[in-house]
Structure formats: structure tokens, C-alpha cells
């Protein structure tokens, strides 16, 4: 029993003196990083305080005579100088870690607009790059973004354009395939016209009507003549009419 105690007092001790060692070197890390933090804003002040301050001509000698990391800077610069205009006060900067390197962001006031120099450094405390980040006013954010639409707009309309001037040109273009059918159909014969519908026969009287008609007409001729010779008259004056019987049935 006593033996186990040991080894957890052992062990407890253990643990203290490694979270007093973290301890320790988290503080001195701290007083590192604040005075790494000064000696990066004074870099960045006083870089960006002499290149602010540099002529054209001072500008274009930096740029062919200087190394990598002065050409980038004066080209970043001399980009951006004329929308920012004057100088009117620097702002308070900070400093980031980013992974190995520290970002130095310095705020900066123009009579154009404002801006922020963006340092980043090395482990060692060297400036490796510089970009100028434009903090444009909201009209004239508001301006480009208007500017945008209509700039894309009239693309989509350039671009409908040329493509309906495309899709008319295509009726220039030969289809051998739409002339043969024009040719098979004009070769087709056109179809016969249909039969016109015959005419009804006309009716034809039936020879036992005519018959019976000519028999009634001789029948009439001879017993006129017979009266007309009874009575010593000519049978001219004689009318005859047809008899009907009609049958009457007395109740």
C-alpha cells in the first residue's frame, strides 16, 4: 500500500513540474511575441511612412534598380497612389501569426479613400510582400456594382446578338437533303379527281298505262259515234265524263 502511494505522489509530482515548465515558456512566448509586435509595427510604419513619400522618378528607379521585395512594393504602390490620393493619418496596426510568418495590418486615412498596408514577415522579422487593400465608400461600391450590371448585361445581349445573326446565316448554307425532298414531291403525280355522282333516270311511262289510255280514248270515239247516229246529230257536241260509283249503306 505504502508502495502504491509512492508511485501517485510520483506521479502527481511529475505532472506539476511539466505544467510549471509549460507555464514558464508560455510567458517568456508571450514577452517574444510583444516585442516581435513592436519591432513589426515599426517596420511597417516607418516602410510605409518612406514609400508614401517617394516621387515618380523615385518610384521608377526603385523599380529597375531594386531587388524582388522594392519592385513589388513600388508597383503595389504606384497602383494604387492615385485613387488613394493624400495622406491624412495612420491608424493603430495589428499583428497577426500565420503559421510561420506574422501579418501586419496598417490602417491608413486618404483624402480618396481609405486603406490598409497588409506586411507579411518571416520568423526572423524580415518583409517578405506588401498589399494595399482599398476600403472603397458605399456609393462608390455602389457605383462599380451598377456598373457590373450593365457591363453584363450588355454582354448577354452582345453575345444574343451574334448568335441570332449565326442561326440567320444558316438558310445560306446548302442542305442537299431539303432539295430532294422538294423533288420527290414535285416528281409525285398529283391524284385523280373523283367521278361526278351520274344523273337520276328520267321516269319511264310503262306501255300498260299508255295502253290503257289508248283503249279508254277509242272506247269514248264509238259510243259517241253510235248516239250521234241514233239521233241523227254530229257526236262534236258530246261530252262524256267519267262515272264513279259511289256505295251507300243505309242503317
Known amino acids: 500500500m505504502k508502495h502504491l502511494w509512492k508511485k501517485i505522489t510520483c506521479v502527481l509530482l511529475a505532472m506539476i513540474f511539466v505544467f510549471s515548465m509549460t507555464a ?9 511575441n ?8 515599426s517596420t511597417a510604419e516607418g516602410l510605409s ?14 523599380m529597375e534598380t531594386g531587388d524582388d521585395f522594392t519592385r513589388d512594393v513600388m508597383e503595389v504602390w504606384d497602383g494604387s497612389r492615385e485613387e488613394l490620393g493624400e495622406l491624412v493619418e ?14 501586419v495590418t496598417l490602417p491608413a486615412t486618404f483624402t480618396g479613400a481609405d486603406a490598409n498596408f497588409v506586411y507579411m514577415f518571416d520568423r ?7 498589399s494595399v487593400e482599398v476600403e472603397y465608400p458605399m456609393s462608390v461600391s455602389l457605383q462599380r ?7 453584363g448585361l450588355g454582354t448577354v445581349f452582345v453575345v444574343l446578338i451574334f448568335l441570332s445573326f449565326i442561326i440567320w446565316l444558316f438558310k445560306f448554307i446548302p442542305n442537299p437533303e431539303a432539295k430532294e425532298r422538294e423533288a420527290a414531291k414535285a416528281a409525285k403525280p398529283a391524284p385523280a379527281p373523283a367521278p361526278a355522282p351520274a344523273a337520276a333516270p328520267a321516269p319511264v311511262q310503262t306501255p300498260a298505262a299508255s295502253a290503257s289510255g289508248t283503249d279508254d280514248k277509242e272506247l269514248v270515239a264509238v259510243i259517241a259515234a253510235a248516239i250521234a247516229a241514233a239521233e241523227g246529230t254530229s257526236p262534236d257536241g258530246f261530252v262524256v265524263r267519267s262515272i264513279r260509283k259511289v256505295n251507300r249503306r243505309k242503317w
Open 124 to 130: 526572423t522579422g524580415n518583409p517578405t510582400s506588401l
Open 145 to 151: 456594382a451598377a456598373l457590373n450590371t450593365v457591363m
Open 24 to 32: 514558464c515558456s508560455s510567458s517568456e512566448d508571450e514577452s517574444i
Open 49 to 62: 511612412q518612406t514609400v508614401i513619400a517617394l516621387s515618380d522618378e523615385e518610384i521608377e528607379s526603385y
Open 34 to 41: 510583444a516585442d516581435m509586435q513592436t519591432a513589426l509595427i
Open 90 to 103: 495612420w491608424k493603430e496596426a495589428t499583428v497577426e501569426r500565420d503559421g510561420i510568418e506574422y501579418v
